[in-house]
C-alpha cells in the first residue's frame, strides 16, 4: 500500500482583480497627472505588503487609460509583485464610454472567473464624458461582474461630474471628494485599500429582496474613508 | 451493505492569522433505523456576525432535531415520509428550518445577556440580532429507500460512484463572498430540497460529501473540485475509512492554507459492501 497522498486537483487562492481606470484627457495635464502618477506608484509597496500578508487572495492588477478613445496599458493582468506602474500623460477628449466597454469585456465569465473574489474598479476623474458612456455603463452594469464588483469613484477638482461617478458607484459615500494635491494622494491611497478588505474569505448574507443575489456588494467602507478636514489645503483644482 | 460516516473541520488559514476561531460545525446522527442524518453549516465569520460559530453550530443541530423527529414520527413508514417531503420540503420543512433557528438563537441571544439593538421605533430589533449569527446549512438524510438533500446558501453536496461525480443539488451559486443565510427574514424561500429514491441493486460502493464552500472555492475551477471528491472515493476504496479519516483533518488543513484561506468542512457517508477497516491509518 503507497503513501497516502491529499487527495485532490489543483488548488489554488481566489484571484482578486483591480482596475485602476485613469481620466487622461487634457484636463489632467500637469498637477492632476503628475500627482496620480506619483501616489499610485508610491501605493505598490503596500499593496505588495497587503498582499504578503493574504497569500490565500492573488491580487491581480490592471491600468486602464482613457481620453480620446481608451486602451489598456497593462494588456493583461499583472501579479501585484510584478506590477509597475508607467506614468501616464494627459491629452484629448474624455471618453468614458469606451473606457466602459472595454472594461466590460474583461468582466465577463471568462477571462474572468467564477471563483475570483470581487473585483475593484476605481475611477479618477477630472471632467465631463464627451461620449455616450450611458450605454456601455448600463452594459457593464448589466454582468455579474459587472454587478458584484466593489466600485470607488475619485472625484478630481471642482469640474468633475460627480453625477457620472456616482452613477458608476451606486453609493455616494464612494465618490471621493480630491480638490487638491494632498487629497488627491490621500484618496489614491485609500481606495488601494479596497482590495484587503474584498479579500477576506468571510461571507456576507445576500440581500434577500434582490433576485438571486443581483444586488451589489455593500462593502462597509464609509467609516474608514480619510476625512477631507483632516487633510492640509492646497491649491484648489 | 455497510455505511460509515466521518468528517471534519478545520480553522481556515485566513482564520488562524487573524486569530478567529473556525466557523463551521457538522453534525452526524445514526438513527436506530439505520437511517443516517449528515449536517454541515457555515458561519459566515465576517465583524458583523460576531457569533456565527454558534449559528452554524445552531444550525446543525436543528436539522438534525427536525429531520430526526420526522424520522421517528414516520418510522415504519418511509414511503409516506417520502411523499411528505417531496410534497413539504422546500416549504414545510424549510420553513420549520427558519423559525427554529430563530427561536434558539433569541434564546441563547437572551439568555447569554447579550443587548438586543433596537430599531428607530425603539422596538426590540429581532432582526439584528439574527445577523450576529448568521449562517448557512446543509443537510442530507441518507435512508434505505430515498435521498433527501437541505441547501440554504453556499456549499456543496456531491455524491460519488463509480460513474463519476454530480450534484445531489443545485443551489444558487452567488458570485464572491455572497451567500444566502439562516440570518435573513424568510429565509426558508431561499432553501433549495430534493428527494430522491435511491436506486434499486445500486452499485456500491457509494460515496456523499457534505462540504463547505472553503473547500471547492481552494480549488483552481470546478472540473478540480470533482477530482479531488472522485480522489477521496478511489482513497476510500483502496485504503478504507479509517485511514481516510484520520488524516482527513491534516488533509483539509493543507487545502486551506494552499487554497481560498477559508475553514473547511467535510463530511462524508460512504457505502460499501465491506468496509475496508484494516490498512494504512498508521501517521494520521
Known amino acids: 500500500m503507497g503513501e497516502m497522498k491529499r487527495p485532490g486537483g489543483e488548488l489554488a487562492s481566489r484571484p482578486l482583480h483591480f482596475f485602476w481606470i485613469v481620466d487622461c484627457s487634457g484636463s489632467m495635464y500637469g498637477e492632476k497627472i503628475g500627482t496620480v502618477n506619483h501616489a499610485i506608484q508610491s501605493t505598490i509597496p503596500e499593496m505588495v505588503s497587503a498582499a504578503e500578508n493574504n497569500p490565500n487572495a492573488q491580487l491581480m492588477i490592471r491600468t486602464l487609460k482613457f481620453s480620446t478613445g481608451a486602451s489598456w496599458v497593462t494588456s493583461n493582468p499583472v501579479n501585484v509583485e510584478d506590477f509597475a506602474w508607467d506614468d501616464l500623460e494627459a491629452v484629448g477628449v474624455t471618453d468614458l464610454g469606451k473606457a466602459f466597454e472595454l472594461l466590460a469585456a474583461q468582466l465577463t465569465i471568462p477571462p474572468m472567473s467564477d471563483r475570483a473574489l470581487p473585483p475593484v ?12 458612456y450611458k450605454k456601455a455603463l448600463s452594459e457593464l452594469k448589466k454582468l455579474p461582474w459587472g454587478k458584484k464588483a466593489v466600485k470607488i469613484a475619485i472625484s478630481i477638482g471642482q469640474d468633475a461630474d460627480d453625477a457620472v461617478l ?31 478588505l474584498v479579500s477576506a474569505p468571510a461571507s456576507i448574507a445576500a440581500d434577500t429582496a434582490g433576485q438571486d443575489g443581483d444586488a451589489p456588494v455593500i462593502v462597509d467602507m464609509g467609516g474608514r474613508i480619510p476625512d477631507l478636514d483632516d487633510i492640509q489645503d492646497g491649491d484648489v483644482w | 451493505m455497510i455505511r460509515s460516516v466521518f ?3 478545520v480553522q481556515g488559514a485566513s482564520h488562524i492569522r487573524i486569530g478567529r476561531e473556525c466557523q ?8 436506530d433505523s439505520g437511517a443516517v442524518i449528515l449536517s454541515v453549516a457555515d458561519g459566515h465569520g465576517s465583524d458583523a456576525c460576531p457569533y456565527s460559530k454558534t449559528g452554524s453550530l445552531t444550525a446543525v443541530n436543528v436539522f438534525c432535531r427536525i429531520m430526526g423527529d420526522y424520522l421517528d414520527t414516520y418510522a415504519g413508514r418511509q414511503e409516506m415520509l417520502f411523499t411528505f417531503l417531496t410534497r413539504e420540503g422546500d416549504t414545510k420543512i424549510a420553513r420549520e428550518i427558519d423559525a427554529e433557528w430563530k427561536r434558539r438563537i433569541l434564546k441563547l441571544h437572551t439568555r447569554c445577556r447579550r443587548s438586543i439593538p433596537v430599531d428607530e421605533n425603539q422596538n426590540k430589533d429581532r432582526e439584528a440580532v439574527y445577523k450576529l449569527y448568521g449562517s448557512t446549512l446543509l443537510g442530507l438524510v441518507i435512508t434505505e429507500e430515498f435521498l433527501f438533500a437541505f441547501q440554504l446558501g453556499d456549499g ?21 463572498t455572497e451567500t444566502h443565510s439562516l440570518s435573513k427574514a424568510e429565509s426558508w424561500k431561499k432553501a433549495v430540497t430534493l428527494t430522491r429514491k435511491r436506486e434499486e441493486n445500486e452499485r456500491l460502493p457509494v460515496m456523499y460529501m457534505l462540504s463547505s464552500d472553503g473547500m471547492s472555492n481552494s480549488y483552481k475551477n470546478e472540473e478540480e473540485f470533482q477530482k479531488t471528491c472522485m480522489d477521496y472515493y478511489a482513497l476510500l476504496a483502496e485504503h478504507g475509512v479509517k485511514a481516510v479519516s484520520g488524516r482527513l483533518k491534516a488533509w483539509l488543513q493543507e487545502t486551506s ?7 473547511i468542512t467535510a463530511l462524508f457517508a460512504y457505502e460499501a459492501e465491506q468496509i475496508l477497516q484494516s490498512g494504512s491509518s498508521e501517521g494520521a
Open chain 1, 166 to 196: 456616482e452613477e458608476f458607484t451606486g453609493n455616494k459615500e464612494l465618490v471621493l471628494q480630491a480638490n487638491n494635491a494632498a487629497a488627491l494622494t490621500k484618496m489614491i491611497k485609500w481606495a488601494s485599500t479596497a482590495a484587503s
Open chain 2, 7 to 9: 468528517g471534519a473541520s
Open chain 1, 121 to 132: 474598479l476605481v475611477l479618477l476623474s477630472d471632467g465631463q464624458p464627451t461620449d455616450d
Open chain 2, 156 to 176: 456543496d453536496i456531491v455524491k460519488v460512484s463509480e460513474s463519476g461525480v454530480y450534484s445531489v443539488i443545485e443551489a444558487d451559486k452567488i458570485l464572491g
Open chain 2, 257 to 263: 492554507e494552499m487554497g481560498c484561506g477559508d475553514d
Open chain 2, 24 to 31: 463551521d460545525s457538522l453534525k452526524k446522527e445514526v438513527k
